[in-house]
């Protein structure tokens, strides 16, 4: 497979300067054609060919300045043109089945309707083009088609004209905004639409509109008001205004990610769309506001302002990442979700960074872009961007991005003309800081502080791990928010920003008479791991007094995760246990009984850091032996906390449902204490677990119930599994969670229920939401899928074999669970490894699936 490499990058010879598209549509026939306006670029090597890319189509129609030519090859899937002069037409003609389509890139059929996925290389499926996001073009674009099938038609931009003919309509749609390929849209089908009406900051009003099928139009309320709420977010913290009078939404339920931000006309997973309070947990809700606000930023993270080419993906991912979390924080808790998104960065991304895959923000190269839209890109591109804002201020760093919104509207820029724009805007010397775009691998950072007479010497070191083709690092600046807390008061003089840019560093504090208790990367403010050596009693004290609720919540995790890496890793003899446990006890006891902190903020307090977070501690780890020691602290914390634990469930039993953040905390610590319980006293459990599931008056609630009781042996839970199956059997995506709860579960035949589901009348590889239900769900159930005998692993490679020739790119994220072979023990490793050689032996894989098992076995 040929490899791209970012510093081949070249200007495309040609300005495409008009597209004109027109569509015939049918399910299983639709003819396009295509006229593109082109000019020599000068700013470009001269060529005399255009080379216009295409992926699995054949021209049926070929022409130049209206004539039909011959002069054009066949180069693969690209068809070449020879062209005589300096500026040209070109006409030409596909026809295209969407029915056939099951990779969902390009133009499919989902459900009776027909829809897009251009990013990253899907419009080469629909027409020949110069698909690469480089070349800005405006688009026209005519679409016709049966009215009974097609009712409701939609593309980028504005509506301009429409009219009908006997069955058929159609409708002529121009978009403004030069685009490059990647955000064309188009949706044709039977649709039903929430709409309203927002006035920008520049009294203009734009009409808004969210489609779905005509049942689900009563879910669409929550998503309407996220989206008007993300409209305002932007004006009043970016300065950003939408900028034409029709804003669409369109939900799809076959869609191989969350949603896409085509111009005017995004189009959305219904994962990220749907809620009503019977259907959907809080956890979704959540998602659908973030989901949308993302997709809406991307109008000027993204499409204002696009990427010169895939290398620089995380200009537009990670910051309108950083964007949607400071948009959800400021909607909600600013540190509940500071918590969740490092919850998610550590268990994700920090993994990723530490294995085969691992890949700069920026990658040097790749074989299929597809494969790069990772949590390396996407989130730790986020706290590359939220590192640089700490260091400039709030102030400042709006100050730069104003620069770089003004600077390159309407150009397809780099992630170094972001840089820049921060660099100047914000007046900060980023030049060594740009190391973080160009090295993979999470710093570890480590501390140690010493005390002397009055003075408190902190020494930090820093180094960067090797990574695959990377083996030498330089150091990378590390801003660090740190605290030190007086024993005996427990307060502090204030937080500093202190910020290590040498492999070392030495700072001192004077005026402590007694040696301080060190709180350090508060907030997360570099995404690093801390080393330092620090004693049970004093993670106990910050667990109860630190002000910084995440440094708070990560003495907690810091407590739990060091006793389990001891616990399993060093032998502990009954007494170390014994006392560790009590520690932790403690610092529970000391949260559950906390009157200042909030519900959702007891919560993250209160949840045991994962296994997967706990085996990337390890350089080699066993899950079998991480899992039971994990289990094992549970019970003796729901044991120990028994009375606390049952007087939070009781408070919280009965709270009637509503949406505020009392409810929702209520609700989170609710089922916590539940799962606590059934690890101590599973009677118990199943008896709260089934009487909760029966009066919930939310899916919260329900589901909550029924994911305990679905780990616990009891008529119970062969009882609520049905009653849920039965209760929304005619709910996609609440089946999706009655599937992923099983493969999920705690209990211990977990694999048995997988391979039966499989075989489930509702099970199919069709839809990636259901795949992923089913079979993501079970390849982060710890002990599931690391079952001793391998077969865990054998199930997720039937999985790829069997999935990669209906949908390449669904199949491909399946294969990093098995790529972690390097890190576990090595009976399972080598199991693993036999693994990913039986896909590789396959006699064809698709290019997505080829390159991860490639790179996981290399
Ligand atoms: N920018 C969007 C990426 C995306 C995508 C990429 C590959 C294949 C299918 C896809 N669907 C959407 C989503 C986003 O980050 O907003
Ligand atoms: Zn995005």
């Given at each position: 497979?040929?490899?791209?490499?970012?510093e081949?990058?070249?200007?495309?010879?040609?300005?495409?300067?008009?597209?004109?598209?027109?569509?015939?549509?049918?399910?299983?026939?639709?003819?396009?054609?295509?006229?593109?306006?082109?000019?020599?670029?000068?700013?470009?090597?001269?060529?005399?060919?255009?080379?216009?890319?295409?992926?699995?189509?054949?021209?049926?129609?070929?022409?130049?300045?209206g004539?039909?030519t011959?002069?054009?090859?066949?180069?693969?899937?690209?068809?070449v043109?020879?062209?005589?002069?300096?500026?040209?037409?070109?006409?030409?003609?596909?026809?295209?089945?969407p029915?056939?389509?099951?990779?969902?890139?390009?133009?499919?059929?989902?459900?009776?309707?027909?829809?897009?996925?251009?990013?990253?290389?899907g419009?080469?499926?629909?027409?020949?083009?110069?698909?690469?996001?480089?070349?800005?073009?405006?688009?026209?674009?005519?679409?016709?088609?049966?009215?009974?099938?097609?009712?409701?038609?939609?593309?980028?931009?504005?509506?301009?004209?429409?009219?009908?003919?006997?069955?058929?309509?159609?409708?002529?749609?121009?978009?403004?905004?030069?685009?490059?390929?990647?955000?064309?849209?188009?949706?044709?089908?039977?649709?039903?639409?929430?709409?309203?009406?927002?006035?920008?900051?520049?009294?203009?009003?734009?009409?808004?509109?969210?489609?779905?099928?005509?049942?689900?139009?009563?879910?669409?309320?929550?998503?309407?008001?996220?989206?008007?709420?993300?409209?305002?977010w932007?004006?009043?913290?970016?300065?950003?205004?939408?900028?034409?009078?029709?804003?669409?939404?369109?939900?799809?339920?076959?869609?191989?990610?969350?949603?896409?931000?085509?111009?005017?006309?995004?189009?959305?997973?219904?994962?990220?769309?749907?809620?009503?309070?019977?259907?959907?947990?809080?956890?979704?809700?959540?998602?659908?506001?973030?989901?949308?606000?993302?997709?809406?930023?991307?109008?000027?993270?993204?499409n204002?302002?696009?990427?010169?080419?895939?290398?620089?993906?995380?200009?537009?991912?990670?910051?309108?990442?950083?964007?949607?979390?400071?948009?959800?924080?400021?909607?909600?808790?600013?540190p509940?979700?500071?918590?969740?998104?490092?919850?998610?960065?550590?268990?994700?991304?920090?993994?990723?960074?530490?294995?085969?895959?691992?890949?700069?923000?920026?990658?040097?190269?790749?074989?299929?872009?597809?494969?790069?839209?990772?949590?390396?890109?996407?989130?730790?591109?986020?706290?590359?961007?939220?590192?640089?804002?700490?260091?400039?201020?709030?102030?400042?760093?709006?100050?730069?991005?104003?620069?770089?919104?003004?600077?390159?509207?309407?150009?397809?820029?780099?992630?170094?003309?972001?840089?820049?724009?921060?660099?100047?805007?914000?007046?900060?010397?980023?030049?060594?800081?740009?190391?973080?775009?160009?090295?993979?691998?999470?710093?570890?950072?480590?501390?140690?502080?010493?005390?002397?007479?009055?003075?408190?010497?902190?020494?930090?070191?820093?180094?960067?791990?090797?990574?695959?083709?990377?083996?030498?690092?330089?150091?990378?600046?590390?801003?660090?928010?740190?605290?030190?807390?007086?024993?005996?008061?427990?307060?502090?003089?204030?937080?500093?920003?202190?910020?290590?840019?040498?492999?070392?560093?030495?700072?001192?504090?004077?005026?402590?008479?007694?040696?301080?208790?060190?709180?350090?990367?508060?907030?997360?403010?570099?995404?690093?791991?801390i080393?330092?050596?620090?004693?049970?009693?004093?993670?106990?004290?910050?667990?109860?007094?630190?002000?910084?609720?995440?440094?708070?919540?990560?003495?907690?995790?810091?407590?739990?995760?060091g006793?389990?890496?001891?616990?399993?890793?060093?032998?502990?003899?009954?007494?170390?246990?014994?006392?560790?446990?009590?520690?932790?006890?403690?610092?529970?006891?000391?949260?559950?009984e906390?009157?200042?902190?909030?519900?959702?903020?007891?919560?993250?307090?209160?949840?045991?850091?994962?296994?997967?977070?706990?085996?990337?501690?390890?350089?080699?780890?066993?899950?079998?032996?991480?899992?039971?020691?994990?289990?094992?602290?549970?019970?003796?914390?729901?044991?120990?906390?028994?009375?606390?634990?049952?007087?939070?469930?009781?408070?919280?039993e009965?709270?009637?449902?509503?949406?505020?953040?009392?409810?929702?905390?209520?609700?989170?610590?609710?089922?916590?204490?539940?799962?606590?319980?059934?690890?101590?006293?599973?009677?118990?459990?199943?008896?709260?677990?089934?009487?909760?599931?029966?009066?919930?008056?939310?899916?919260?609630?329900?589901?909550?119930?029924?994911?305990?009781?679905?780990?616990?042996?009891?008529?119970?839970?062969t009882?609520?599994?049905?009653?849920?199956?039965?209760r929304y059997?005619?709910?996609?995506?609440?089946?999706?969670?009655?599937?992923?709860?099983?493969?999920?579960?705690?209990?211990?035949?977990?694999?048995?229920?997988?391979?039966?589901?499989?075989?489930?009348?509702?099970?199919?590889?069709?839809?990636?939401?259901?795949?992923?239900?089913?079979?993501?769900?079970?390849?982060?159930?710890?002990?599931?899928?690391?079952?001793?005998?391998g077969?865990?692993?054998?199930?997720?490679?039937?999985?790829?074999?069997?999935?990669?020739?209906?949908?390449?790119?669904?199949?491909?994220?399946?294969?990093?669970?098995?790529?972690r072979?390097?890190?576990?023990?090595?009976?399972?490793?080598?199991?693993?490894?036999?693994?990913?050689?039986?896909?590789?032996?396959?006699?064809?894989?698709?290019?997505?699936?080829?390159?991860?098992?490639?790179?996981?076995?290399?």
């Open positions: 497979l040929p490899e791209i490499r970012r081949d990058y070249r200007p495309f010879p040609w300005i495409v300067s008009e597209t004109r598209l027109d569509f015939d549509l049918g399910i299983d026939c639709t003819r396009v054609r295509s006229t593109l306006t082109i000019a020599r670029n000068a700013k470009a090597d001269r060529s005399s060919t255009i080379r216009l890319n295409g992926d699995g189509i054949e021209a049926t129609s070929v022409t130049v300045d004539e039909p011959q002069s054009w090859v066949m180069d693969g899937d690209d068809l043109l020879t062209l005589p002069g300096d500026a040209h037409e070109i006409g030409i003609e596909t026809e295209i089945d029915s056939a389509n099951s990779q969902l890139m390009g133009l499919y059929a989902s459900s009776g309707m027909l829809c897009t996925q251009c990013e990253a290389e419009f080469r499926r629909i027409t020949f083009f110069p698909d690469r996001p480089d070349v800005l073009s405006t688009y026209s674009v005519r679409m016709s088609g049966s009215k009974d099938r097609f009712p409701v038609l939609l593309c980028n931009g504005n509506r301009v004209a429409t009219g009908e003919e006997g069955d058929t309509h159609w409708a002529e749609w121009h978009d403004p905004w030069p685009k490059p390929s990647y955000l064309f849209a188009l949706v044709a089908g039977d649709l039903v639409a929430r709409s309203a009406s927002f006035t920008t900051m520049g009294g203009r009003e734009v009409e808004l509109n969210v489609w779905v099928r005509e049942g689900d139009l009563d879910r669409t309320e929550h998503a309407m008001e996220s989206l008007k709420r993300s409209m305002k932007d004006e009043e913290v970016f300065g950003r205004e939408y900028d034409l009078d029709l804003f669409n939404i369109v939900a799809v339920s076959d869609f191989n990610m969350g949603a896409m931000e085509n111009k005017g006309l995004n189009i959305f997973n219904t994962k990220y769309v749907l809620a009503d309070p019977e259907t959907a947990t809080d956890g979704d809700y959540d998602g659908v506001e973030g989901v949308i606000g993302h997709e809406y930023f991307h109008n000027w993270s993204g204002r302002i696009t990427c010169r080419d895939w290398f620089q993906l995380s200009l537009k991912e990670g910051f309108t990442v950083l964007r949607d979390q400071l948009f959800s924080a400021d909607m909600g808790s600013e509940v979700k500071r918590i969740e998104d490092v919850r998610i960065l550590r268990g994700v991304q920090f993994p990723e960074d530490s294995g085969p895959l691992a890949h700069p923000i920026r990658p040097d190269s790749y074989r299929e872009i597809s494969n790069f839209y990772t949590a390396t890109v996407y989130n730790k591109g986020a706290e590359v961007i939220r590192m640089m804002r700490t260091m400039a201020g709030e102030e400042r760093f709006r100050k730069g991005t104003d620069l770089y919104f003004d600077r390159h509207d309407g150009e397809a820029a780099t992630c170094e003309d972001f840089v820049k724009s921060i660099e100047d805007g914000a007046a900060l010397d980023l030049t060594r800081f740009r190391r973080w775009y160009s090295q993979a691998g999470t710093p570890r950072v480590g501390v140690t502080l010493e005390h002397e007479g009055e003075t408190a010497r902190l020494t930090l070191t820093q180094t960067v791990p090797a990574t695959p083709g990377q083996s030498e690092k330089q150091p990378m600046p590390i801003p660090l928010k740190l605290a030190l807390f007086d024993r005996a008061s427990g307060t502090h003089r204030g937080e500093e920003l202190v910020i290590l840019n040498e492999d070392r560093a030495e700072v001192t504090f004077d005026g402590f008479t007694e040696k301080p208790i060190l709180s350090i990367n508060r907030t997360f403010s570099a995404p690093v791991t080393e330092r050596d620090v004693s049970r009693e004093e993670l106990v004290f910050l667990a109860e007094k630190d002000d910084d609720p995440f440094a708070r919540y990560e003495a907690m995790q810091e407590l739990m995760t006793h389990l890496v001891a616990d399993v890793t060093d032998d502990l003899d009954d007494d170390e246990r014994e006392a560790a446990r009590e520690d932790i006890a403690r610092a529970m006891r000391s949260v559950l906390d009157d200042q902190l909030d519900d959702l903020m007891r919560g993250e307090l209160l949840m045991m850091p994962g296994a997967t977070y706990v085996a990337e501690q390890m350089l080699v780890a066993d899950p079998g032996r991480i899992h039971a020691r994990r289990e094992a602290l549970k019970t003796a914390l729901g044991t120990r906390l028994a009375g606390s634990l049952q007087e939070v469930y009781a408070r919280t009965n709270m009637p449902f509503s949406l505020d953040a009392g409810a929702k905390g209520a609700r989170k610590v609710k089922t916590l204490a539940l799962a606590y319980i059934a690890a101590s006293d599973p009677a118990k459990a199943v008896e709260l677990a089934a009487r909760q599931y029966d009066r919930a008056d939310n899916m919260t609630d329900r589901q909550g119930a029924l994911m305990v009781l679905a780990g616990l042996d009891s008529a119970e839970r009882g609520k599994l049905l009653d849920f199956y039965n059997q005619n709910n996609a995506l609440v089946i999706d969670k009655w599937f992923a709860i099983q493969a999920g579960s705690l209990h211990p035949r977990a694999i048995e229920h997988v391979k039966a589901l499989r075989d489930h009348p509702d099970f199919t590889l069709k839809n990636p939401n259901r795949v992923r239900s089913l079979y993501m769900a079970f390849a982060a159930n710890p002990a599931a899928f690391h079952a001793e005998d077969e865990g692993y054998a199930i997720i490679a039937d999985l790829i074999l069997e999935l990669d020739p209906i949908n390449a790119q669904t199949t491909a994220r399946f294969v990093p669970p098995l790529g072979w390097r890190r576990i023990e090595e009976k399972r490793a080598k199991l693993m490894r036999e693994a990913l050689e039986r896909i590789a032996a396959a006699p064809k894989l698709s290019r997505d699936t080829f390159e991860q098992v490639a790179r996981s076995l290399g």
